[in-house]
Antibody, heavy 117, light 112 residues
């Protein structure tokens, strides 16, 4: 059974950093691109980052480019999101998701990040 | 960026009736390989999104055949035949043709 379990969320002050983790199991992690998608409270879904199987290629929207860094450790079947210079508008539930071809076929349960002083 | 625009539903929808959700993209999602890179997801209350339809019309594994996707390069429809209580939630379309990946704003389905 595919499982994606996020962790590392919490309350953080504006301008500070936070690192999210996603532990994957039930599939060969190194064979799949992975992504982070977020959802602000009562809002829709926003794609945040994508990483290739080896980690050599990463993609971000302009809203987080230069502040967020996606990475992975295939030996540990883990995905990460390093978030720097956090802003109040980064407050959201962050989901880890698996890419299959050209869609996101499995999603984690999400982890909440609140940016507030 | 490709903008995804979703229509609203005339909520609540009576149980057993059909419901159609529309989605329009600002650019054709038809890839040169013949696939249309439009996906549909359902987010039930309090849950994570789940994949319903990919490549515009292919049902994901385990998804009821009451769900069907159709469309052209820029105009898409998700049809739910005979809605049930478990169909309640917010439906999102998403384009996967190019970065940045973008979602529609979501369409809420309520059942009467």
């Amino acid at each position: 059974e595919v499982q994606l379990v996020e962790s590392g969320g919490g309350l953080v002050q504006p301008g500070r950093s936070l690192k999210l983790s996603c532990a994957a199991s039930g599939f060969t992690f190194s064979n799949y691109y992975m992504a982070w998608v977020r959802q602000a409270p009562k809002k829709g879904l926003e794609w945040v980052a994508t990483i290739s199987t080896s980690g050599s290629r990463t993609y971000y929207p302009d809203s987080v480019k230069g502040r967020f860094t996606i990475s992975r450790d295939n030996a540990k079947s883990s995905l990460y999101l390093q978030m720097n210079s956090l802003k109040s508008e980064d407050t959201a539930t962050y989901y880890c998701a698996r890419y299959y071809s050209s869609f996101l076929d499995y999603w984690g349960q999400g982890v909440m990040v609140t940016v507030s002083s | 960026d490709i903008v995804m625009t979703q229509g609203a539903l005339p909520n609540p929808v009576p149980s057993g009736e059909s419901a159609s959700i529309t989605c329009q993209s600002s650019k054709s999602l038809l890839h040169s390989n013949g696939k249309t890179y439009l996906n549909w997801y359902l987010q039930r209350p309090g849950q994570s999104p789940q994949l319903l339809i990919y490549w515009m019309s292919t049902r994901a594994s385990g998804v009821s055949d009451r769900f069907s996707g159709s469309g052209s390069g820029t105009d898409f429809t998700l049809k739910i035949s005979s809605v049930e209580a478990e169909d309640v939630g917010v439906y999102y379309c998403q384009q996967f043709l190019e970065y940045p990946l973008t979602f529609g704003s979501g369409t809420k389905l309520e059942i009467k």
